[in-house]
């Protein structure tokens, strides 16, 4: 370190004395839209963000989740209330959460 | 303005330490826990048998970080002792990541349990920063059912140091006129940036408190120590112009990646199928990361727990496993001699750079090279890491098939 100034202003203190899990990591750096279970749940006549994390068949990686999910479809998989939770559950700018999985094709 | 409120608006950083960060976990999942003595602790026939936290309760009884896991069950028999489970902590801390990123976007982790939040500028949505705290508080024990100590201070120093002052579940304020009070007291060990290497030094120089460093000529300091010593002077005074950085996490030094093995491994060839599973993993995560690094370093830790660290500069960057596991087994037959026995073994990549270009040969290894990784890569994100391995990893000595074994079997590794 050059000297005092860029010593505070590069954190160094902290940085040097952080401990951070790689998948903490991951989860505090990125947000939902960069996660690959998140979905446009299209309707009739709206198409909102969702998480197909929610879904059993896409959070055990059976199949390959897709950009858009018709809402029959969910509505199919996880019913009324599982769907609520789909859309509940996601944000575009929101914070990434826990079952952060890394979108493939960034 | 009420002098009280001049006050608060000094002091606008909070650092929130979550209390027994891991026990609570646990406690907030399994409402039979709550009240009962906790203790996460590794599973002593792998060797990793310490206790990583206990709980409120268990600490009553004398139990403490970092003991082995049979002391602890001696002072306290009747604790409940439960493996570590990283995924459920990685969880509760980025839930509350996000509760501390609704009053303020600059927050900025610390480790896993601590993060501090910067609220300048907040007083007219949530109020000043005690009445934050509180919040925050709150907020974190209802929708993450984990309690916290929180430090509030005018800058990050004071902050961290308030935070360990009052455990658990503590709210401290600490201003620049309470560090002759309330800090100069400490003993030098407790100064946030030393540690037992830099207390001998400072003890050598007949520094014990942190009042004693604060009044220490600087030039003597700045002698001794070069520009630490200035750092520590203005430490032991109260003094950070460190900023709460939240994009400081975006910047990667080195990416690596250490295990303890589950005996003492003896000889090159159980050492190098380590080795390369090692180097799997960390080229992956280098790979994830858009990176290419520079610089392997290669850690061993024999069974004295006598540790040793060496590193070696490739000609280029590389994503390659191969390149990376070639140059640790050199420096493993450079540095470390086969009757050795090893109880843990690191490797680690550094100077990285972001990954935008590509060095080509005559006759196209490194592109076969590249799209072979590209294409694990692929398979491990669609159906998960342990979707392909190596084929050494199915030999006895691999600790990725070990992890596999105790996955399928539904335990947590």
């Known amino acids: 370190m050059a000297n005092l100034r860029d010593y505070y202003r590069r954190n160094f203190l902290y940085q040097s004395h952080r401990l951070m899990l790689p998948e903490l990591r991951e989860k505090v750096v990125h947000t939902c839209s960069e996660c690959g279970f998140f979905v446009q749940v299209a309707g009739k006549t709206e198409t909102r963000p969702g998480c197909a994390a929610i879904i059993p068949y896409y959070a055990s990686l059976a199949g390959r989740v897709p950009r858009e999910l018709k809402v029959l479809e969910v509505l199919q998989a996880v019913g009324k209330n599982g769907l609520e939770q789909v859309l509940a559950g996601a944000g575009p700018h929101r914070q990434a959460c826990g079952l952060f999985h890394l979108k493939m094709d960034k | ?413």
């Open chain 2, 1 to 413: 303005m009420r002098s009280r409120e001049v006050v608060f608006l000094r002091c606008p950083i909070l650092l929130a330490d979550m209390n027994s960060f891991y026990a609570s976990v646990h406690q907030a999942m399994d409402p039979l826990l709550r009240g009962k003595p906790v203790i996460v602790g590794g599973d002593p026939d792998k060797r990793h048998g310490i206790v990583l936290a206990a709980s409120i309760e268990a600490k009553i009884h004398g139990v403490k970080t970092g003991m082995t896991v049979w002391e602890a069950g001696d002072i306290c028999p009747q604790a409940v002792f439960i493996k570590p489970a990283h995924r459920h902590y990685v969880n509760f801390s980025s839930r509350i990541i996000g509760i501390m990123k609704e009053f303020s976007p600059l927050v900025e982790p610390f480790s896993i349990d601590e993060a501090f939040i910067d609220v300048s500028g907040c007083e007219q949505i949530y109020g000043f920063s005690l009445e934050i705290a509180r919040k925050l508080k709150s907020r974190i024990k209802k929708e993450a059912g984990v309690s916290c100590s929180i430090g509030v201070g005018p800058n990050k120093l004071l902050a961290k140091m308030a935070a360990g002052m009052q455990k658990p579940d503590g709210l401290t304020l600490l201003d620049f006129p309470d560090v002759p009070v309330k800090m100069w007291p400490l003993p030098v060990r407790k100064l946030f940036g030393v540690g037992n290497r830099l207390e001998k030094r400072l003890q050598d120089l007949n520094i014990h408190t942190i009042g004693e460093l604060a009044r220490y000529p600087l030039p003597v300091l700045q002698k001794r120590f070069g520009m630490i010593g200035h750092v520590l002077h203005l430490s032991a005074n109260g003094i950070d112009y460190s900023p709460v950085s939240p994009h400081s996490l975006k910047q990667v030094k080195s990416v690596g990646h250490q295990i303890t093995l589950p005996r003492d491994y003896r000889g090159y060839h159980d050492l190098k199928v380590v080795l390369l599973e090692l180097c799997e993993i960390v080229c992956r995560r280098v790979r994830l990361g858009g990176y290419a690094g520079k610089t392997v370093h290669l850690t061993l830790k024999d069974a004295q727990f006598v540790w040793l660290c060496r590193t070696r500069t490739m000609p280029r960057p590389t994503t390659s496993t191969n390149e990376v596991y070639r140059a640790a087994v050199e420096l493993l037959h450079l540095y470390w001699p086969s009757w050795k026995p090893v109880r843990m073994v690191g490797v680690s990549l550094s100077g990285l750079v972001r990954n935008t270009a590509e060095q080509m040969d005559l006759f196209g290894d490194v592109e076969k090279a590249r799209r072979l990784h590209h294409a694990c890569d692929h398979i491990k994100n669609r159906f998960g890491e342990q979707s392909i391995l190596k084929a050494v990893s199915l030999t006895p000595e691999s600790i990725l098939y070990e992890r596999k074994d105790s996955l399928r079997h539904g335990q947590p590794s």
